[in-house]
C-alpha cells in the first residue's frame, strides 16, 4: 500500500496520504504487520507436507516417527501425502538402488517448488552398508538434499530434529526457491 | 534307508528305479539327502518325487544355482532344488550339473508354480537359462544390467545405471497371448501403474494393471526395487558379519532373521546351542513375530480405511521395541543373535518388560478386535477376497499364516521342532477359505498364541551359559584370553579367520512371522559363505499376486497386498 503515496483519491485516501497507516481506527492489537515473504515462510513451516518415499527399514521407522508416541503432527507435518505434486518434503526413508534411481529423479521432478529433502539414514545418505552392485552409493548422486539423518535407522527423534532443522532453515531464508 | 550316509523315512528305491542311470550320484547335505542326477532327468525326477504315493514332495521349497567355479573342477554351475513333503515332513535335494558352455536345464513352471520367479532369479543371477519358461526375463536386476551379478567373476562393486524403468508392456503383451480372458464388453480397458511409489505399496513394490471399468483383468507386478544385493555381500564378509544384513531382510522381525541365518551356520558346524540360549531365542522370536504381525494387520487395515487400528497396534509395537532396544540395544535392526549363541544374556529388567507386555498384548490386540472384527466395512472388504485353495497355494510355494489361512494347519515349530518348541504348548490357529479375512484373523490368533508361548518359556528358562563352549565358534572371555595362551591364540584366531565352519552345504528353515525362513548356505571352508541363499517366504507368496487379484476389484488388489505381508527387504534382498 506504500505506494499509494500520492495517488490516492477514494475514500481511504486521507488515511494513507502520509504513505503510513494511521492506526487511529484499527485496533492495534488486531493486525501485525510483517513482509508477505516472512508470513508465507512461516505458513510454509508449520504444514510440511512430506511425501515418504519409503522404500526399506527406515520406512518402518517413518511409521514409527508418525504414530503417537514420536507423533509428527506435533510439527504440524503429519499430512503425509503420497502425490508428489501435493508435497513439498520428499523424506527419503530407505535405500535407493540403480533401479530405483530414475523414479525418485522423477518424483523429485514432480514436486512443485519450494521443496525440500531429507535423506533418512545412512543408505539414502551414502547407500550404508550396501556399497555393492546393485545399490546407489547416495541419492545425492540423482536429486539434491537438504539435510541428512545418519543412522542405520535413525531414530525418530533424529527424523524430528532434520524436521525442525528444515523449519527453521525456511524460516531463516528470505527468498525460498 | 540310508542315502549318501543320511538316514531317511522314506523310501526313495521306487525314484531310484524311475530314473535308473539319471542318477549320477547319491550324496548329502546338512538336513537332507541329495542326489545328483543329470539335467536331462530333471522334469521327470521332479514330477515322480513329487506325485508318486510313496514320496509327495509336493512343495518345491527353494530353487537355486551354485557357481562352482571355486569349488570343483567339473562343470561351472550345480542347480539345486529343494523338495519338501508336508505330510511326511521330510526333504530331499535334487542337483543338476550345467556346463557353462550351453547352460540349460528344463524349466519345472509346468509343476510347480513358485518355480516361475525361482527359475527367473535364478537366470537373473547366474545367467542359467531354464528351457521352456514361459517369460525368462530378470527379475531383481534391471532392464538394462549386463552380466549376471552372483557369478564369482562379476565384480561386486560394479555398479549399473538404469536410464528408464521398464514399461512391462512386453510382459503383458505375453499374458494376452498365454492367458485370453473373456471379456464382459467391449468398452476400452486401461492400463494403469500402480507403483512403485504408492501409498499401498508396502516399501516400493510396482504393479502394471489393466482394468475393465474397476475389474482387474491383468495385474503384472514388478518387484527388484529393493535389491541390494544381500546375497553377493554375505559372500564378502564372515560368517558373524552377516548377521546385520540379515536384520535388514524382513526388517520388521529382524530378530527372527538372526535366529534362522545362525541356525543354519550352527547346524552346518555341527554345533548345538546351550538350553538356555534355546529359551531366549524362542522368546525373542515369538516378541518379533507379534511385533511383525502388528506391523502387517496395521497396515493392512489403514489400507481398507481402518485408521484407528494403526495408532492402538502401533502403540504395543513402540512398547515391544522398548523391550528389545534394552536388550540388544537396537529398536529395529537388532543384530542380536550370534553363531553358537547370543551376543549378550538378558537382564532382569527385560524379564519384568516381558512380563509387563504379557499384560498389554491381549489388552491392545483385544481393543484392535472390537473395532474389527464384527466391522461391517472391515467384513464387506476382507471376506472372500483373495480367496486362494490349499493345494493351489502349497503350489505356490505358501508357507506360514498365508498357507494356514487356507485351512492347512502347517507349522514348522510344530512339524519340524527345532529349538526346544515341542516342549511348549501352543495351537495351530488356521483359516477356512485363505481369504483376506482369513490372513489377517490368523494373524491376530497367533498373536495370542505368541504369548502363550512366552509365557511358558519364561517361566522354564534355565539357568547357564548363553553361548557354547567351541574355542573355533566363540570368542573367549577376557579373563582366559589374558590369563592363559590357549585362550589368546583361540582369541587371535577367531579375529583373525572368523568362525571355523567345515566345507559343505546345508540348508535350514523355520518358521518366521511370514512363513518358512530359511537359509542355504555353501561353505568352501573359508571364513565366509561361498553362497549364501535365502528362502524367502513372501518372495514366493507374492509371485501367486497375479492369480489372486485378476477378477477382482481395483480396491480389493490393495486389500490383498496388505494381506500377504510383503516386505521388499526380504522379497528383493
Ligand atoms: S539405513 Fe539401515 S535401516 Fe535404513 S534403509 Fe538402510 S539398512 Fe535399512
Known sequence: MTDQKGKGSGAGADRVATGRFTTDEIPPESVMLTRLDAALNWARKNSLWPLPFGTACCAIEFMGMVS?????????????????????????????????????????????????????????????????????????????????????????????????????????????? | MTVGSVETRTDFAPFEARLGDGILSRDRMVGMPVFRIKREAIADALRFLRDEPGLRFNMLTDLTVVDCIGLHDGDRFDAVYLLHSLERRERVALKCPVPEEDPFIDSATPLFKNADWLEREAYDQYGVVFRGHPNLKRILNHKEFVGHPLRKDYDIYKGQWLSEADDLLDELEIRHRLDPKPRSSDRETMTLNMGPSHPASHGTLRNLVELEGETVLYAIPEIGYLHRGFEKSAETHEYNQVVPYTDRLNYCSALINNVAYVKAVEELCGIEITERCKYIRVIITELSRIMD??????????????????????????????????????????????????????????????????????????????????????????????????????????????????????????????????????????????DVYDRVMVRFAEIFESCRIVEQALAQMPAGPVNVEHPSIIIPSKKETHGSIEGLVNHFKIVMHGVDVPKGDGYAGIEAANGELGFYIVSDGEMKPYKCKVRAPCFQIYSAYPRLVEGGMVADAVAVLGSLNVIAGELDR
Request: hydrophobic content about 40%.
Open chain 2, 293 to 434: 504381525h502388528l506391523v502387517c494387520n496395521a497396515a493392512n487395515l489403514v489400507d481398507i480405511g481402518a485408521l484407528t487400528n494403526y495408532w492402538y497396534l502401533f502403540n504395543l509395537r513402540e512398547k515391544i521395541y522398548n523391550v528389545l532396544e534394552s536388550l540388544t540395544g537396537a529398536r529395529l535392526t537388532n543384530s542380536y543373535a550370534r553363531v553358537g549363541g547370543l551376543w549378550a544374556d538378558t537382564h532382569p529388567e527385560f524379564e519384568d518388560g516381558v512380563k509387563m507386555l504379557l499384560k498389554e498384548t491381549p489388552k491392545h490386540v483385544n481393543d484392535t478386535l472390537k473395532l474389527v472384527a464384527r466391522n461391517r466395512i472391515f467384513l464387506d472388504r476382507t471376506v472372500g477376497v483373495g480367496a486362494i485353495g490349499t493345494e493351489e497355494a502349497i503350489s505356490y510355494g505358501f508357507t506360514g499364516p498365508c498357507l494356514r489361512a487356507t485351512g492347512y494347519e502347517y507349522d514348522l515349530r510344530k512339524e519340524l521342532p527345532y529349538d526346544g518348541y515341542d516342549r511348549f504348548e501352543f495351537d495351530v490357529p488356521s483359516g477356512h477359505q485363505g
Open chain 1, 68 to 177: 503417537s508416541v514420536f507423533d509428527l503432527s506435533r510439527f504440524g507435518a503429519e499430512v503425509v501425502r503420497f502425490s508428489p505434486r501435493q508435497s513439498d518434503l520428499l523424506i527419503v526413508a530407505g535405500t535407493v538402488t540403480y533401479k530405483q534411481a530414475p523414479i525418485l529423479r522423477r518424483i523429485y521432478e514432480q514436486m512443485a517448488e519450494p521443496k525440500w529433502v531429507i535423506s533418512m539414514g545412512v543408505c539414502a545418505s551414502s547407500g550404508g552398508f550396501y556399497d555393492n552392485y546393485c545399490t546407489l552409493q547416495g541419492i545425492d548422486k540423482v536429486i539434491p538434499v537438504d539435510y541428512y539423518v545418519a543412522g542405520c535407522p535413525p531414530r525418530p527423534e533424529a527424523v524430528l530434529q532434520a524436521l525442525v532443522e528444515i523449519q527453521n532453515r525456511i524460516v531463516a531464508n528470505p527468498a525460498p526457491r
